[in-house]
Structure formats: C-alpha cells, structure tokens
C-alpha cells in the first residue's frame, strides 16, 4: 500500500497577501509543491475580510503594499486574531522588522530572499501551531486518530497554560498569544527563576536550526509583558537579567 502524506499537513492552508503578483504567483506554486493551499490576495483590505472570515493556518504580508499596508493589516487583523503571521520585509529596514514584532507578527524575512528559507519558517511555524483537527473520513480513506497524550497544564502562581488548546490564563483572566510568544512563555515559565538566554528561548520558539537575532526574542518579550499588564497591570514575572537573559517569577 502507498503511505499518503499526513492528512493533517496537506490540509494546511496559507494566505499570501503582496501587491507583487509575480512574487504571489512564485511562493504560491512553491507552497503547493510542498503539499499546502494557498490563496493569495494583491492589497490588504482585499485581504483583511477573507482572513477575518475564514482564517488560514498562516499568512505571509508584505509590508509595503498600497491602500492598506502589511502594518495596518496585521493591526486590525490582531483584534480578532492570533493567525500566525509572517512578514516580508526590506533588507536593511530594521524599523519594519521592530514594528512588525511589535504589532504581533510570528515571524520576518528580509527581501531578497530564498524559497527555501520561507518554506523553512513556514514548516517551522506550523509546527509549532495546534495541530488541525481531522474531518470525518470519505469514501476509501482511512481515519486519522490522534493518539498523541495531551500535554499537561503548567501553572505557575497565577499563570495556567493549557499547551493542547493554545489558552493562557492569569488569574483566571484569559491572555491571547501568538504561537512564538506562547512558547516563549512556556519556555521561561517550565523552570521558573532559572534564567534563560536568547539563544535558548529562540531554540525554544524557533526549532530546526532557523536563524533569529536577539532583537527579534527581545521583541516578543516586550509584547507578552504589555499583554499580560492589559490584564494585570501589575504584572511583573518576566524578569530581565541584563546581558544574561530572562527568567520567570512565579511569586
């Protein structure tokens, strides 16, 4: 019998939003080769409805589009959603990379960049993500049972994290986050008080060998803390060792 590839993965679908129709056309067959939808939109208002409406697994923006920018669009989008998101931004323009973080993004590529490098982080977020759930099986195809254990909870003092269904709670007060940003809390809050390096949190967020810089971990930290001080606006249990790393205090 031929084994098929994992259901699960050739269902992922990606949403690509870029005025270029040259580069839409490009990644989109690239993406497909690799087993995955796509859908493309050329200007994100186009965009925003369809991502609204009926989410993706994940979204490649470019920043610098007419009428509705990659900027404007993750923004709104981050209202209602925590879709994870990719950014593809100018070479050299860290301001589009440091804005992008902060408003949300999982992710940044500069441009020019390689295929290969995108389905890399592609492949590398989508992992990261809450598998997808299996439809009920048609005609000759056979069920796919998800026996993997669920992950246990982790609580810390007030912090509770449920890693199966992708929740946060601090003091019974729900928090939404990113994929990155979940797991670099999960990460920080396994051992609390130990503290952790860049390089370990990106080993943590950002798994087969995939490059990121520090601003880009030192980003994600600023924006749970802001999350979490929505909430609680004491909030105080990532802590900053300066030129070691982070910890988490569960006290």
Do not use: C
């Amino acid at each position: 019998m031929t084994q098929l590839p994992p259901a699960a993965e050739l269902r992922r679908s990606i949403a690509l939003v870029d005025d270029d129709r040259n580069i839409l056309a490009t990644l989109s067959i690239a993406l497909q080769a690799e087993g995955y939808a796509t859908r493309v939109y050329s200007d994100g208002e186009a965009a925003l409805k369809a991502l609204t409406d009926n989410p993706p697994d994940l979204a490649v923006f470019d920043i610098k589009m007419p009428r509705m920018d990659g900027m404007e669009l993750l923004r709104r989008l981050r209202a209602t959603s925590d879709l994870p998101v990719i950014f593809l931004t100018s070479k050299d323009d860290e301001e589009d990379e440091e804005a992008g973080l902060a408003l949300g993004a999982d992710d940044y590529i500069a441009k020019p960049f390689s295929q290969r490098l995108l389905l890399a982080r592609v492949r590398a977020i989508l992992r990261r993500a809450a598998p997808v759930s299996e439809p009920a099986p048609t005609g000759d195809q056979p069920a796919v049972v998800d026996d993997q254990p669920a992950a246990p909870m982790l609580e810390r003092g007030r912090l509770q994290m449920d890693p199966s269904r992708h929740r946060v709670t601090w003091g019974s007060r729900p928090v939404s986050l990113t994929v990155t940003e979940f797991l670099i809390l999960e990460a920080l809050a396994q051992r609390p008080g130990v503290i952790k390096s860049r390089n370990q949190l990106m080993d943590a967020a950002y798994p087969d060998d995939v490059f990121v810089d520090d601003r880009t971990v030192d980003s994600h930290i600023k924006r749970l803390r802001r999350k979490f001080r929505v909430v609680d606006p004491e909030f105080g249990a990532i802590e900053t060792l300066y030129g070691a790393g982070y910890s988490f205090a569960d006290g």
